[in-house]
């Protein structure tokens, strides 16, 4: 033997060694997340993974070293083999292609080999031992069916692997099916692994999933083993709010975090600063692509957000805020005034605040209806960083209205030569406290029994702070 041929030897008996070396440090790696997430989280919620198997005839054709049906399926039940050590993943199979052969082409030819259930990795090996490629590649249709293999479960991750070496050829749409399943929550955004595929195939199924191409055998080993670990692995956020100088110091305020594509409540998360003085971290699934509302007033957020798994990720937005308070002199703590906020120029209604509460809200400026009798109109209240605006209403006067018998009437207040409604008097009461600003005012009264307007009762009288006057109706 040559020494080239010796030294060709050794290099290959190397090599072997290398892979089982990546293969062991791939299971201890599994092993090891297993290990930290029970000790953590008793409760974590289950991964349950439906591998989708292209067993459509194409499979039979040689890549590399085998048939493509060979390589898939030992590749495959080296990976089911390192999850069945898991406490927290279950498996399923599903197949599509090899129930009936071409021609004719069957499009229903999908079939759910073998449920989540016990025992399931030792029927996945098994069934993939002896499946044997045949038929077509139906797969909007087998996606599908997807959507019903996995049992009602409200804290399980619901992720899909497929695994193809073709494009659909039943006319079907993939990207629709697998948009519907997000949206109706059935599943998380699928891998799509592609054995040896055409690269003008590849946005075929970029729209249906996270797709990778294989373009050889160690390629799709060591991209079934990255697949694995991005189903598996959650990943950190902080979201810094930002104040007005771009500091991450406001917080204390909900975030709230939706799924983009279902449009669906996923978590709620009361912002805090930790120990460190900087933003605490949230835990999310980096499946899904999030838009993030923190509730101030008025709320702000985030449109798109998309995590890369392993990967902390820290994402900012701009909430500067300061705080408004309205007082009120007479400290009317039982039965407090409202007080309208909106933002300046707007008509809808962004808060009902107690007076002599304070309120944080954005930096900027707001529109005041204080609902006093009469009402306090304030435009343009600026509310700056970290200060607080402070609006002084005057002390109400207290009215005390007395009537010999029912009647109908109203309160005016007197203004430029003219008179402006306040308020309705109660037509089935004999007396009433009505608490108002300081002012000028009339009250026209008549008294229910009467019937000529002749008789209508007219009486001004003047309202002081901290003050209370008696008006007698006879």
Not at 205 to 219: I, L, Q, R, S, V
Not at 404 to 415: F, H, M, Q, R, W
Not at 418 to 430: I, Q
Request: hydrophobic share 35%; aromatic share 8%.
């Amino acid at each position: 033997m040559s020494s080239w041929q010796k030294l060709l030897i050794n290099w290959m008996k190397r090599w072997e060694i290398i892979k089982v070396i990546k293969k062991l440090f791939f299971i201890s790696f599994l092993l090891l997340v297993a290990v930290v997430s029970n000790a953590q989280d008793k409760t974590l919620p289950k991964t349950r993974i439906l591998f989708v198997f292209d067993a459509s005839r194409s499979m039979l054709e040689v890549w590399e070293t085998d048939r493509r049906i060979n390589i898939a399926r030992n590749l495959l039940i080296e990976m089911v083999d390192s999850l069945e050590k898991l406490s927290n993943v279950q498996m399923a199979l599903r197949v599509y292609g090899h129930q009936k052969p071409v021609p004719p082409q069957d499009c229903d030819d999908t079939r759910l080999e073998v449920p989540f259930g016990d025992n399931a990795a030792s029927k996945i090996r098994q069934k993939l031992r002896y499946i044997s490629p045949m038929g077509t590649t139906p797969i909007a249709h087998t996606l599908n069916k997807c959507g019903g293999d996995f049992p009602k479960c409200a804290d399980c991750r619901n992720v899909i692997i497929l695994i193809t070496d073709g494009i659909e050829e039943c006319g079907g749409d993939p990207c629709e099916v697998s948009v519907r399943l997000q949206k109706k929550g059935v599943a998380l955004k699928p891998f799509v692994i592609g054995l040896g595929l055409d690269i003008n195939f590849e946005k075929t199924f970029e729209c249906m999933g996270t797709f990778y191409n294989a373009k050889n055998e160690d390629d799709f080993r060591n991209i079934l083993n990255v697949v694995i670990t991005q189903a598996l692995n959650t990943t950190s956020l902080q979201v810094n709010l930002l104040d007005i100088n771009g500091r991450p110091t406001e917080s204390d305020v909900n975030m709230t975090f939706y799924d983009n594509v279902g449009n669906r409540i996923m978590h709620n998360y009361m912002h805090t600063i930790n120990n460190r003085g900087v933003p605490d971290t949230v835990t999310l699934d980096p499946l899904i692509n999030y838009s993030m509302v923190a509730h101030t007033l008025p709320p702000v957020g985030i449109d798109s957000l998309e995590l890369i798994p392993g990967k902390h990720t820290i994402a900012a937005v701009d909430a500067p805020q300061g705080y408004l308070e309205v007082k009120d002199g007479g400290r009317n703590v039982y039965n407090p005034f409202l007080c309208i906020v909106r933002k300046g120029g707007e008509m809808n209604t962004l808060n009902v605040q107690n007076v002599n509460d304070k309120e944080k809200y954005i930096v900027g400026k707001y529109d005041l209806e204080i609902l006093t009798l009469p009402r306090i109109y304030l435009y343009d209240v600026k509310v700056d960083q970290s200060r607080t605006t402070t609006i002084q209403i005057p002390q109400y006067g207290t009215l005390n209205i007395q009537k010999s018998t029912l009647g109908y009437g109203s309160i005016y207040v007197e203004k430029n030569n003219g008179m402006d409604w306040v308020c309705n008097l109660k037509p089935e009461s004999l007396k009433e406290t009505i608490r108002l600003q300081p002012g000028n005012y009339r009250l026209i009264w008549r008294a229910k029994h009467v019937r000529q307007c002749l008789y209508t009762f007219q009486k001004s009288f003047r309202i002081v702070s901290g003050s209370s006057e008696l008006l007698k109706l006879n």
